[in-house]
């Protein structure tokens, strides 16, 4: 039992560790994926290692984000694991002046080497989002919305 409970805290610290993405704390997001992972949301498809590096460009720019994550459900087998993870996401660009939030599920893929869980794939579902205007309501440009 105390593996299994050391275990789930691993995973669950790497799931909650998404928010060192809002704290630029680049160096601490590297840690939570293997050297070989790789990650697929609205913005980006590829490694790891280079979707930290578009996101602290990213954070240099106009635009905000915090994540709010929930507690996974895990399934185990064996060193490897699928974890899912609810998870809202604000964004916010002062200068357009315009914001985001969406609803989505972080769908993980983890393996423990070397005794060290973490991620080795990750995707997101985006179950639903919406605008919000920060300053008061603001045209937005329907082909970019399509997008």
């Given amino acids: 039992m105390d593996s299994y409970l050391a275990d789930r805290r691993a995973i669950d610290d790497l799931m909650t560790g998404w928010m060192r993405r809002d704290l630029a704390q680049w160096d601490s997001m590297r840690e939570l994926f293997h050297p070989d992972g790789v990650i697929e949301i609205t913005w980006f ?27 996974p459900t895990v399934t185990f087998h064996g060193d490897r694991a699928v974890a899912e993870t609810n998870a809202i996401v604000v964004a916010e660009n002062g200068k357009l002046e315009l914001g985001c939030q969406s609803h989505n599920r972080f769908y993980d893929r983890l393996e423990k080497r070397g005794g060290t869980w973490k991620i080795v794939d990750r995707r997101s579902i985006y179950d639903m989002g919406s605008f919000t205007f920060p300053c008061g309501i603001v045209d937005i440009d329907a082909d970019t919305v399509a997008k």
Avoid: P
């Fill in 45 to 71: 498809r590829g490694l790891f290692t280079d979707f930290v590096d578009a996101s602290a460009r990213m954070g240099a720019s106009d635009l905000r984000t915090k994540h709010v994550i929930t507690a």
